[in-house]
C-alpha cells in the first residue's frame, strides 16, 4: 500500500468509526502527523488533498512546513508537542492550532507572543490523563481551574482539550474522562486518538484524531 491508499484507508475507518457512534464523519478531523517525515514524503499526502498536519517540534516544523505551505493552499498545521517558552514566538509565527497549553507560564507567553504579532490561534489545553510524570498536561483535578485562567486572566480563546493515555493502558477510560472535564469546561472539542486507537476516540467523541504512522509508515 502506498501513502495515498493508507490516508485512503484511515478516512474510510473514521467514517465507519463515526457511523457506528452516531456521529457525521465531518465532525471529525483528521489532523496527519507528519514528524520525523521530511518534505518529500509529505507532498503525496497533500496530493491526496489532505491539508490538516501535526508536527510535534517548532524547529524540525520550521524546516519543512514554510515551503510546502508555498506549493499548496490551505495547510493547516497544529503543534502538537511540547512548547517550550524560548520557541513561543516562532511557534505564533508558524502554526494554526497549538495543542499543547498546558502550564500558566507557557499560556501567559502565547498570549504575549499572539498579542505582539497580531496573530489569533486555536488553542487546546493538553490533560495528563494518566498523570505519568514524564508526559505534559495539566493534571485532571486543575482542569477546570486553569481553563478558567487561561480565559478570564489572560484573554485566551480554548477551543478544546487534548490528551495523550498512557501507551500501556486500555485508553477508554481516558477518552471518557477527557470528554468528561471539557463537558465540566463547556468545551466542545476534543482532540484525542493516534493510529491504534483512533476508531476508539471516535466512538468517545473526539473531534479531531492524530494519525501519524498509519499514515506515514513507522518511524
Ligand atoms: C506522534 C504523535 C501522534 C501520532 O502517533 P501515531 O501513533 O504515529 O499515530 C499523535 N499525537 C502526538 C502528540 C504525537 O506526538
Not at 73 to 86: C, K, M, T, V
Not at 197 to 216: N, P
Amino acid at each position: 500500500m502506498d501513502l495515498q491508499d493508507r490516508l485512503e484507508d484511515v478516512r474510510n475507518r473514521m467514517r465507519k468509526a463515526a457511523a457506528e457512534a452516531g456521529r457525521r464523519p465531518e465532525a471529525v478531523t483528521l489532523v496527519a502527523v507528519s514528524k520525523t517525515f521530511d518534505a518529500e514524503a509529505i507532498r503525496p499526502a497533500i496530493a491526496a488533498g489532505q491539508r490538516v498536519f501535526g508536527e510535534n517540534r517548532v524547529q524540525e516544523a520550521q524546516g519543512k512546513w514554510p515551503a510546502l505551505r508555498a506549493e499548496a493552499a490551505g495547510i493547516e498545521l497544529h503543534l502538537i508537542g511540547p512548547l517550550q517558552s524560548n520557541k513561543t514566538a516562532e511557534a505564533v509565527a508558524l502554526f494554526d492550532v497549538i495543542e499543547t497549553v498546558d502550564r500558566e507560564k507557557i499560556a501567559r507567553a502565547i498570549a504575549a507572543e499572539m498579542a505582539r504579532q497580531g496573530r489569533a490561534l486555536r488553542l487546546y489545553v493538553q490533560v495528563n490523563t494518566g498523570l505519568e510524570p514524564q508526559k505534559a498536561g495539566i493534571a485532571p483535578d486543575d482542569t477546570v481551574a486553569f481553563v478558567a485562567l487561561c480565559r478570564d486572566e489572560l484573554g485566551l480563546t480554548i477551543e478544546g482539550l487534548m490528551c495523550i493515555p498512557p501507551a500501556d493502558e486500555n485508553p477508554g477510560p481516558h477518552f471518557a474522562l477527557l470528554a468528561k472535564l471539557a463537558e465540566r469546561c463547556n468545551l466542545d472539542r476534543l482532540s484525542m486518538g493516534m493510529s491504534g486507537d483512533y476508531d476508539v476516540a471516535i466512538g468517545f467523541g473526539a473531534t479531531s484524531v492524530r494519525v501519524g504512522s498509519a499514515i506515514f509508515g513507522t518511524r
